[in-house]
């Protein structure tokens, strides 16, 4: 057996004496968790996790042993090369212009192994070899100008996929439908109708003793919302789950439930069919706010004007306003006279609001005792210039939303015959936001196009 065949083997005996110790120790913790342990168990499995730590010694100083007789063989080798006597010089007319690479003949050096004690060892015989390569290889070598581009090079340069930190699609929330009354939706049916009082009793003052007083009777109706079905589906390739090292049916149906929000949301606001109306279509309180040069102090009348006639007609107070990030936008941006904001985080004398930390979406500020929220998911493309958003103004608790539990499902077998997966997501959903229409009022008008900053 030669040197290098006595290594290898050492190698692969050191490997399997690791693996044992390794087992060994497995074997100790396993022990110790056995509710029937005793101690002469976990000496003897000791005991034999030690003897394997033995092993894994005995075989390192092996190896290292025959490692440290390879390299005094290799030292004695290059001694020998360079105490050589040189060879005569050729008598004839011709002479040598150039020599085999070094490393050309398989086994004789190891251009990696010199590399290594070049760099680390400061060998002097692998510095020279490696000089005599390059020298040798600038004479025979043609050279190719060689850069990123593939296949000029580009080819080992390959793009890093950075997988475990993809990049979600950014969504909107669903601010108005989580800020409405909710219900669960009720089983076996289609259409959820509520009864109620379309007119009602009378009372009046009794005109003299002993005669009739009032009769007024009370008429009824109902009014009704459909239950509708949203819902979404992503086919995918078997492959695709299974090759891909992160799980792309946890990506994509988290993706599908983030548009249902969005879905539904818009279903609260801006819905309008039968019995599926949503807030901005309710026949409730209309406020217009029309002017070519709006101002916030405007429309702040605007405001007030949409919560009296909420208290007005309804009789209730309205506890939500609801508008675009733009429109908020623009009233966190107006200044006084003075170049004051109006709206103040930190409680300014002047302030006609104060606000809260900075979002993109959801609670912002309280301004006229209500507490103010912005959605993306409002519509800035509304009115004759398809460029309005509009203001809700709500008394949230006479809305109601119905909603059923969302349903996220994965089915092979549909597509089983071209090897794809189909994954599916839905939910049922039904709005009252007309039990009570006089609870909304909706602030419209040219006063509410596209904001200047």
Known sequence: MT????????????????????????????????????????T??????????????????RLDSLLAEQAREEEVAALAERTAPAAPRPTGGARVTSEPEVYRKKGENSYFRDLFRAQHMNNRESV???ARNDRAMADNTEYRALTTVDGAGGDFVPPLWMVQDFINLARAGRVVADQVRQQSLPAGTDTISLPRLATGTATAEQSTQNTAVQNT????????????????????????LDQSPVNMDDVLLADLAADYAIKLDT?????????????????????TYTDASPTVGELWAKIADAIQQIHTNRLMPPDKIFMHPRRWAWFTAALDTAGRPLIGANNAQNAIGSSGAPTSQ????????????????????LGTGTNEDRIIVLRSTD???????????????????????????????????????????????TGLVTPTF
């Open 362 to 381: 959801g609670w912002v500020a309280n301004i006229q005792g209500l507490d103010v929220y912005i959605d993306p998911n409002i519509p800035i493309n």
């Open 267 to 287: 279903f609260v606001i801006s819905n309008n069919a039968t019995n599926k109306v949503g807030l901005l279509s309710v026949s409730g309180n209309s406020v």
């Open 217 to 240: 009777d009370a008429t009824t109706s109902s009014v009704s919302a459909n239950v509708a079905t949203i819902a979404g589906q992503q086919v995918i390739s078997q492959q695709l």
């Open 3 to 42: 040197l290098a065949q006595m290594i290898a083997a050492a190698q692969e005996e050191l490997r399997a004496a690791i693996t044992a110790r390794q087992s060994a120790q497995d074997a100790l913790m396993a022990l110790r968790n056995d509710p029937n342990l005793t101690e002469q168990a976990v």
């Open 44 to 61: 003897d499995a000791t005991a034999a996790r030690d003897a394997a730590d033995g092993t894994v010694t005995a075989r390192q100083e």
């Open 128 to 130: 020279e070899r490696l």
């Open 399 to 445: 809305t109601i939303l119905y909603e059923g539990s969302p349903r996220s499902e994965t089915f092979r077998e549909t597509k089983a015959d071209q090897l794809s997966v189909l994954l599916r997501f839905y939910n049922y959903a039904a709005l009252h936001a007309s039990r009570l229409p006089k609870s909304v009022s909706v602030i419209s008008g």
